[in-house]
């Protein structure tokens, strides 16, 4: 059986090709005996919309929130005030989730908690406050043989009746040399062994009509640092002290 199927003849592509054109060209079957090969429809490629920036909805929650408010203020219906609580309310339920986000983060990474630095618990805060005072203590016993001060009073000045006890117990505690200069040439109490002022205030670069100003002259390089103008107390006088001399900006805040 195979064998004499084998032998029938097969259409040549000349006779499909002649039966195509008899029953598509001459009787016109048209698309429903396939002589239309239907047509491939293109595909249609949805167009991808860019991503909204966060910046972008975030400036767009504000303006709606400026706008109700607006609109609540000047029409004051119980239906705009009501959808302007309404919707400041999600924005601090918003906002109340990012604090929580916030500190958690902060909790579970050491890099990211400032507190580790600069303590500001009870606790923490006084004893950082104790490593630091020692530190300060230690690198003020040391200060004299580099350092030295100049204190500029007047006699008609009421803040340096104030001010000159306090420099002459941080010089005499750490053992520095003060140079006390009057700047309207009045005597001071405690700085019996005074000058008279002489343009100093304008070599050091200092403000010339502000006193009390205290100074502190570095003998190594040879220049002024100035630590502060008016009244201050000891720990603060010590603290500037520490930290012009000992701490490049930025290192200690």
Request: charged share 25%; aromatic share 10%; with cysteine.
């Given at each position: 059986m195979s064998a004499a199927l084998a032998q029938v003849p097969q259409p040549?592509?000349?006779?499909?090709?002649?039966?195509?054109?008899?029953?598509?060209?001459?009787?016109?079957?048209?698309?429903?005996?396939?002589?239309?090969?239907?047509?491939?429809e293109p595909e249609t490629i949805s167009p991808t919309?860019?991503?909204?920036?966060?910046?972008?909805?975030l400036d767009a929650?504000?303006?709606?929130?400026?706008?109700?408010k607006?609109?609540?203020?000047?029409?004051?219906?119980?239906a705009n005030v009501t959808a302007y609580i309404r919707f400041q309310r999600a924005q601090l339920d918003q906002a109340s989730l990012f604090s929580d986000v916030w500190q958690r983060a902060i909790w579970q990474d050491p890099g990211l908690d400032y507190t580790l630095q600069r303590p500001v618990s009870t606790l923490g805060k006084r004893q950082w406050q104790d490593?630091?005072?020692?530190?300060?203590?230690?690198?003020?016993?040391?200060?004299?043989?580099?350092?030295?001060?100049?204190y500029f009073f007047a006699q008609s000045c009421a803040a340096c009746n104030v001010m000159s006890p306090i420099v002459r117990s941080v010089?005499?505690?750490?053992?520095?040399?003060?140079?006390?200069?009057?700047?309207d040439g009045g005597p001071s109490a405690q700085f019996p062994d005074y000058v008279v002022e002489t343009n100093q205030r304008a070599k050091m670069?200092?403000?010339?009509?502000?006193?009390?100003?205290?100074?502190?002259?570095?003998?190594?390089?040879?220049?002024?640092?100035?630590?502060?103008?008016?009244?201050?107390s000891a720990d603060e006088l010590q603290d500037r002290i520490y930290l012009l001399t000992q701490k490049e900006a930025g290192h200690d805040y």
């Open positions: 040549s592509r000349q006779t499909t090709e002649a039966g195509d054109a008899f029953y598509c060209e001459e009787r016109k079957l048209g698309y429903w005996f396939y002589c239309e090969k239907p047509k491939a919309l860019p991503l909204e920036s966060a910046v972008t909805r929650i504000t303006a709606e929130l400026r706008e109700l607006a609109r609540a203020i000047l029409e004051p219906s119980p490593a630091r005072t020692a530190e300060r203590n230690a690198v003020m016993a040391n200060l004299s043989k580099r350092y030295g001060l100049f010089t005499t505690n750490w053992g520095m040399t003060v140079r006390a200069i009057s700047t670069g200092l403000e010339p009509k502000v006193t009390p100003a205290v100074v502190l002259w570095d003998a190594l390089k040879g220049r002024p640092i100035p630590i502060g103008y008016g009244v201050m």
